[in-house]
């Protein structure tokens, strides 16, 4: 009996430590730091897309983890865009997942609005409000990093032109990028680094940097290389002026934008206003305001007034948007 139970606690031990062991060999190929960092850049180099007859291990994005709802997706018109947008944002999440937080958030404002007995305008508009709100924070976010990559880059290009002009090669010019720059420049630069490393011609992978990248100064970076490439001649020069010259533009645009910043706020106060004074008046006399929510006329005016709202506030927003 005292045989039978050792032997029982020596096969319980041996079993519970292999299904640690399982379980951490398991974590160690699927969740690990390793496996997501180079899901991620395998990721970010399918974004692109230019790389027809190359690279086609990379080509095919996982926008989601469940096979059966990766086929459901790929079918859905425009994913491909809502895809690049989470890759130009810098974001690890899949299509999938920013579907379903919109689907909850939707859910949650329409349970909260029957809940609550909201007008059903108002109903709607919250409803609508929270469905776009992730969209709107990754746009957000993606002109935030487009922002600081453009801002990165003149010195990424002076990075490379002075490698070229210690000698080394093109490519060997955008590993240095990649490993000595900041980010986010450092992480589009090494995945195109990576890129040409297994196998993608120079122009393709460029391509694919202008596509993750869409700003005007990194298609011009790529035209002037690639037609470098075609035609011949001075490519360290040629990207020291480039780099001088998107610096030039910068400081172009900041005039600029202080230039426009009374307009701004004055677009900001102007669309700001109206919430601000009826919120006051629904605090100090609630029912003052009620009757634009109770008569039909009421509601017909205040769709009336948001829509002209919405016009007022593109129209300013063109006028302020200066592009240089």
């Not at 999440?93 to 349970?111: N, R």
């Not at 508009?125 to 709100?133: E, F, I, N, Q, R």
């Not at 029912?287 to 709202?309: C, E, N």
Request: with cysteine.
């Amino acid at each position: 009996m005292d045989i039978s139970f050792s032997l029982f606690l020596i096969l319980g031990f041996v079993a519970v430590v292999l299904l640690l062991e399982g379980a951490f060999v398991y974590w160690n190929d699927t969740k690990s730091p390793e496996v997501r960092r180079v899901s991620q850049r395998l990721r970010a180099m399918s974004a692109g897309g230019h790389a027809e007859g190359e690279g086609q291990l990379y080509k095919e994005r996982v926008l989601s983890n469940t096979p059966a709802l990766q086929r459901l997706l790929l079918r859905l018109p425009r994913v491909g865009q809502l895809d690049r947008l989470l890759q130009q944002a810098g974001s690890t999440s899949t299509v999938s997942h920013l579907l379903a937080v919109s689907g909850l958030l939707m859910l949650g404002g329409l349970v909260a609005g029957l809940l609550l007995r909201w007008y059903w305008p108002v109903t709607l508009l919250v409803v609508a409000g929270l469905a776009v709100s992730p969209l709107l924070q990754l746009k957000w976010k993606r002109n935030k990093r487009m922002h600081m990559l453009e801002a990165q880059l003149p010195d990424a290009m002076d990075l490379i032109s002075r490698a070229m002009r210690a000698g080394h090669a093109f490519p060997s010019a955008l590993a240095m990028v990649g490993s000595e720059a900041q980010e986010p420049v450092a992480g589009e630069f090494k995945i195109t680094s990576d890129e040409i490393g297994f196998g993608i011609s120079i122009d393709n992978a460029l391509n694919n940097l202008a596509t993750r990248m869409p700003s005007p100064d990194v298609r011009y970076f790529v035209m002037a290389v690639i037609i470098q490439r075609e035609t011949g001649g001075n490519l360290a020069e040629l990207l020291a002026n480039l780099a001088e010259l998107v610096r030039e533009r910068f400081k172009l645009f900041a005039k600029v934008r202080v230039l426009a910043a009374e307009g701004k706020l004055s677009a900001w106060i102007l669309t700001g206003l109206p919430f601000c004074v009826a919120a006051a008046v629904q605090i100090l006399n609630p029912k003052y305001l009620s009757v634009l929510f109770t008569d039909p006329v009421g509601i017909r005016m205040v769709i009336g007034a948001m829509v002209l709202m919405a016009i007022g506030i593109f129209a300013m927003w063109r006028i302020i948007d200066i592009r240089v």
